[in-house]
């Protein structure tokens, strides 16, 4: 199978965070694109790189935009699942992975609000913020022709940590999916990212935007 045919950057992505030269990664053709939220409120360090997706999205609030930063070419495996021996593959298997800037806990949305601290609750994002990730994956649409479409469960944090509501794929069905789905949806993984995240109203957007 050929790797890599589309472009490998997004465009207008900041690369000043490039990890992928000092830790490399397999050679992919993406048909899948895994979303997580950082459960921060600002760009994180992963640990150097360690534990780094392909992108991280930073929300501008004032601005009412999305910053982009690159970290991996987008065929290039990142590092931000676990991978467990002897099982599927995750960081590898043709997957693309961006983490949101924010967090999909309601119990850290109510403590940052009350200590006013600015943040994207996902769960309940303004379409400003939506939008921006929706143009994400149009253009993997587009680009890399990842389907947009994905699963049908997006439970809320905490009952999407580890399986709690049945949403995390078997290794069978993982293998074989193309499309849009969440860190909670991954095998051999417990986080429960991103949550109740509108996911309809999502590939409403980028279904829309991928019309040009």
């Known amino acids: 199978m050929s790797t890599r045919t589309g472009p490998q950057h997004y465009p207008g992505a900041n690369r000043d965070h490039w990890y ?3 830790f490399g990664g397999a050679r992919m053709e993406v048909n899948v694109v895994v979303l997580h939220t950082t459960e921060g409120r600002s760009l ?4 150097g790189g360690a534990s780094a997706p392909n ?9 009412k935009k999305l ?3 690159q970290h991996f070419d987008i065929d290039i495996s990142s590092r931000a699942l676990v991978n467990r021996p002897g099982g599927v593959e995750t960081n590898t298997l043709n997957v693309c992975q961006a983490e949101l ?10 403590k940052w609000q009350q200590s006013g601290k600015a943040h994207i609750y996902w769960p309940k994002a ?4 939506l939008l921006g990730v929706a143009r994400f994956l149009a253009w993997m649409h587009t680009r890399h022709g990842v ?4 699963p049908a469960l997006w439970p809320a944090y905490p009952k999407s940590a580890g399986n709690g509501s049945g949403q995390r794929m078997s290794g069978t069905r993982w293998n074989d999916f193309r499309g849009v789905c969440g860190h909670m949806h991954v095998p051999e993984n417990a ?14 957007l980028a279904k829309e935007a991928a019309k040009g």
């Open 67 to 69: 910053k982009w930063y």
């Open 55 to 63: 992108l991280t999205a930073v929300p501008d609030l004032a601005a």
């Open 191 to 204: 986080h429960g990212d991103p949550g109740a995240i509108d996911f309809e109203r999502l590939v409403e």
């Open 147 to 150: 389907p947009l479409r994905g």
């Open 101 to 110: 800037v924010g967090t999909c806990d309601p119990e850290l949305h109510t």
């Open 126 to 129: 303004p379409d400003w913020a």
């Open 44 to 47: 994180p360090g992963y640990g």
């Open 20 to 22: 992928q030269d000092d």
